[in-house]
């Protein structure tokens, strides 16, 4: 199949998966195994543009023009297809999950469930080919719309609540600053196709373009760039395989992938360079870095504690990105795989501790290493990459972008990674020490009769996916070769 | 065919005239509808027949009995309202089928000839404002379709319908009288009512009678934005659509509004536009002052309203404030936003007043609160509702989001940050009062009185479901939308002086 | 004076404008709804003059065509208000029958009185 071919299928796959996940709702097993096939489709058709992709093939598919010189279309580039990796993959990884974390605790609406999920895959491949700004816009509103469905999942007041938050935040920072710099981009450069270079070099300076900059970046309210995060601990009533496609399979990284995007290809990181806007860019990132984690460090629900951070690490991409070196996009691009595969990993054991022996507080998990060794085993995987260790895939974006940091001499962004590897020891350590080195509580929560591991699907996959940060840390070819050919080495 | 072809413009307003006559002597509500729907079939057809005429060479001027403009009446056509024209009787076809088993049971038993017989005639009214070349005839049309509109609204079920009709024809009956006087001073001053003749005389005769000039514009202005409810113009508006029947309320926010706007339109840019620099007066501030205000006023008004059809109404106002904007704003993007907008809003608000219909019909209620968990009883109805919600939000991929886009570049290609920045404020209300519908309607539990409800017939979901995909496809496919409201704008854009 | 003067000279638009404003204000002012009709009525009678005044032509003769004269009046305004009494007389019995209408189902054909037993209800 010609890549053209290959890219129409990749984006077809999940809603066409969409369309037929009702056909079964009665069906469980039948209504899974369409998750799961379309996953697995997914996840070889894009690794089959891999090839073409680091070949040099940039791959395009324009599906129609919707208003003159702006079309709905599709192009393959190598940070796209990055992104459209870690998606598809963790579709797999997820559906596997979910299939256990919806069956265990009996959850109501399944079928909805898998529809809203695989309609959100669809739109996370929309963003990552997305040819133009308006493509990915679309798909980026559209991936907000069917998940807001994943996030009120329960129907209770708390979830109903937090589910307006969720929509207003990511329709609102959308429609209110992200479409008026998307329109304005067009109104100046007379184009919203993601080029090499940028292409706004020379359109405008001084004040205004940091103006602009300001609406992208906070504009794209899913990088949870301070202010615009509130909207993540919110979410978190949502089920846990929802959190997963949250902070690592989709929703997050649609955001910082389109910050990258947005820098790299509408402004140019030279463009940025000369107009000086490197510094507030770390400031703005590092600050919401450093306070994200003292946030964290405060908090005793787990995923709450997750959630921030996630937000920590989001705004890591966008350092990466605001250092304006080379070798700190390469990294800030690998961060996104890196932060992915260690994150759900996170949240799928602390969705096992809830299936398996319902815990959800920091101070409840006092011996559970011992109960459930792989659950925990893989969450200090998590944990390590999260901070930064090795073996583990977050060690070498981390490395790139502290590289790259110092390259340029941006001492504030040395510092404030320096700080916030202390601080994310600081809270995910305890954790960790607390869960295979504390004596287990006796008999006082009641659990006695509750033993093991969460079903296995869910160990089977949080250990796959804490694998895979391993893995990537010895292996790190693919991600690392997309990256760099991001930057055109 | 031969025969018929060089009529269409005529036969544009006679079908539906002598068909309101028909409908009315019937009496019987079966042949009656039958005849109304064939009516409405019709029509698109011969809009149609008349846009692909107008595209292809050029604007139509027809002769009424063969006297020649400026002395006989005429009726002329272009892209603009060739395009207002297919809007009108598109929204009327899809429409129709999902009259019969609303109108008899919200119209009731022994009204129904008279109903299809006003409906008609209110069609007659629009068609002939918008294809007349003729300021006075516009007038008259203006009248048939105003009357027949305040007949509708009162056939309401509630008795607080009668009361709504009769203010609305208080101000109707105003609106349509300063439209008169303006148009008055145009004759005094020019001699003549062509509106293509006038465009050529008022020119000349700006030096000497400036000051009358004025006043004819004012007058004219004022009486057609009270006709298309523009803010603060608009308190007829929310109580007469939220009484009236409910597929008479999706008719007219579909096409009544919207041939006013059009009307509005043509007087700026194909009348006084022409004529005199319209920049050397206040005009366009004003209505861009009073649309952002419609916009963000009663964009807020509707988030608080308890009934779902008086807050679609206040919507209504909202949205017309962007149509209004672009107007005011006149450059080739805010212009064709504002066209755009005119088609879309008319499709999408049709959509979500026939909702609110068919809940009517299946709920016997349109108070919120009652309305709980009612997504989960009539799936396919909210499903529909919520499309077109999306694109009153202004979704991408809604129609909704093509006309804001257009506005957005419009305002900002101008400079203009305050109006592009009231743009996206009230799409986000939009957000605020569309979620809170779709909250209560989806996410609540079902109250038990709601048990027995559920989705309601096939002819009425049709019309519904198409309406809802429409907002998508337009969304999509703008070729038809945008490409003739760009045509159109540039032609009205061209002629300014 | 010339202030005056004009004013005078202008007579029949000072009627008009007379006309227009009393009945404006009827239809604003008054709460009864047969009265705001009547305002409404004489405030597009107004226009009626409005109209028909210009048509007037001082010296002219009644627009038929006769080789004896050589102005005449200009019968156009005419024609035009005959379709707008039509319109007004139309717009006038549809405002009443409302008007019974409203007052088989409140009782009352006062404003206030309406409104408030919609509020009670």
Known sequence: MSPERLVLLALLLPFAGALLIPVFHRQPNLREAVTLTAASLLCVTVSSLLAPVLDGARPEVSLVEVLPGISLALKVEPLGLLFALVAASLWIVNSIYSIGYMRANKEPRQTGFYVCFAIALGSAIGIAFAKNLFTLFLFYELLTISTYPLVVHKLDAEAIRAGRTYLLLLLGSSLLLFLPAIVATWVLAGTVDFTPGGILAGKLGGPAIALLLALYIFGIGKAAVMPMHRWLPAAMVAPTPVSALLHAVAVVKAGVFTILKVVVFIFGIDTLGAQGLSVWLTAIAGTTIVIASIVALRQDNLKRLLAYSTISQLSYVVLGVAILAPISAVGAAMHIAAHAVSKITLFFAAGSLYTAAHLTEVKQLDGIGRRMPWTMGAFAIGALGMIGVPPTLGFLSKWFILTGAMQTANWLAVGVIIVSTLLNAAYFLPIVFRAFFREPPAAAGGHDHETGEAPWPMVLALSATAAAAIILFFWPEIPFSLAKLMIGE | MSAVWPHLPVLQVLIPLFGALLAGLLRRPTPAYVLATAVSWVAPLIAGALLWQVVQTGPISYHIGGWAPPWGIEYRIDVLNALVLVLVTAVGAVIMPFARLSVAFEVGEGREAWFYCMYLLCLTGLLGITVTGDAFNAFVFLEISSLSSYVLIALGHDRRALLSSFQYLIMGTIGATFYVIGIGLLYLVTGTLNMADLAARLGPAWAEHSRAIVAALAFVTVGISLKLGLFPLHVWLPNAYAYAPSWVTAFLAGTATKVAIYLLVRFYFSIFGIAIDLRLLPIADVIIVLSLAAMLIASLVAVFEANLKRLLAYSSVAQIGYITLGIGLANQAALTGALVHVVNHALMKAALFLAAGAIFYRAHTTELKELAGIGRRMPLTIAAFTIAGLGLVGTPGTSGFISKWYLMVGALGAGQWIPAFVIVASSLIALIYVGRVLEIVWMREPSAQMAAVGDPPLSMLLPLVVLSLATIYLGIDTEWTAGIASMASTILLGGLR | ?121
């Open chain 3, 1 to 121: 004076m010339s202030a005056l003067a004009e004013l005078v000279g202008r007579y029949n638009y000072v009627i008009t404008i007379f006309l227009m404003m009393a009945g404006l204000y009827i239809v604003v002012a008054r709460g009864n709804l047969v009265k705001k009709l009547i305002g409404l009525s004489i405030f597009q009678t107004s226009v009626y003059l409005l109209y028909i005044e210009p048509g007037k032509i001082v010296g002219g003769t009644a627009p038929i065509i006769d080789p004896a004269f050589t102005v005449y009046s200009n019968p156009l305004p005419h024609v035009l208000i005959l379709t707008a009494i039509v319109v007004g007389v139309a717009t006038l019995a549809l405002g009443l029958a409302l008007v019974v209408r409203i007052n088989e189902a409140y009782g009352t054909t006062e404003e206030d009185e309406i409104l408030g037993k919609d509020r009670e209800a």
